[in-house]
């Protein structure tokens, strides 16, 4: 069967650095996508890897292993409005995205 | 670009109705588009995938019969809600894939409209 795992929750403080995970195993990758969605909204896109390595965008930054199956979405200078969901998604051989259950990222004062 | 809009964004209705979502793709051709639905706290459940021209194929346990899928144009798709029952209330998403940019494989969404059916 097709599975991402990735935690339900997470808390981090303004202005700090936060790294969330995502594990996955699927039929075939054709890329991992990571969004972003506040409650309430529809998502929004953050990154996308298909290659191994580290991608940075701003204060976002995503990385991907596709021997390990795993990726990371890097947060740094936290700010409030980071408070939202995240979304770790892969593409699978069929060109269908496979979504985990999300992470609610919690930022504190 | 890849901007994705959806109609209406909010609406409440009487159970026994029907009610019709609208999902356009603005600036861009969507070759593929999504209808998810979502419950509070709950993550994204993808309800089926509309190819332009062609028929839905709606993911196990969704009624097609109930969620009737139009994707009549390259930048139009309508989800009909029939009959709705209280039960059917959520937040319903779509989003668009199409060849617009690197990636292409990757879908924008809509900003959603949420149903509530009394």
Redesign the interface.
């Known amino acids: 069967g097709q599975n991402i795992d990735q935690p339900t929750e997470m808390t981090a403080t303004e202005g700090a650095i936060v790294q969330i995970n995502c594990t996955y195993q699927t039929s075939g990758f054709?890329?991992l996508?990571w969004?972003q969605q506040h409650a309430?909204?529809?998502?929004?896109?953050l990154s996308?890897n298909?290659l191994d390595g580290l991608e940075e965008k701003g204060r976002f930054s995503s990385f991907l292993s596709r021997s390990k199956g795993y990726s990371y979405l890097l947060l740094k200078e936290l700010q409030m409005k980071d408070s939202a969901s995240y979304?770790c998604a892969v593409?699978d051989s069929n060109?269908?995205?496979i979504?985990?259950?999300?992470t609610k990222l919690i930022i504190k004062p | 670009g890849a901007v994705v809009s959806q109609h209406p964004s909010r609406v409440i209705c009487k159970s026994g109705t029907s009610v019709k979502i609208e999902c356009r793709s603005l600036d861009f051709q969507a070759t593929t588009m999504f209808w998810y639905r979502q419950f509070p706290k709950k993550s994204l459940m993808l309800m089926a995938t509309s190819n332009e021209g062609s028929k839905a194929t709606y993911e196990q346990g969704v009624e097609k019969d109930k969620f009737l899928i139009n994707h009549a144009s390259l930048t139009l798709s309508t989800l009909t809600v029939t009959s709705a029952h209280p039960e059917d209330s959520s937040f319903y998403i779509c989003s668009a894939r199409g060849d617009i940019q690197p990636p292409d494989v990757a879908q924008y969404f809509g900003p959603g409209t949420r149903l509530l059916v009394l």
């Open positions: 054709n890329g996508f969004y309430g909204e529809a998502p929004t896109f996308y298909v979304l593409v060109y269908q995205l979504w985990g259950a999300g």
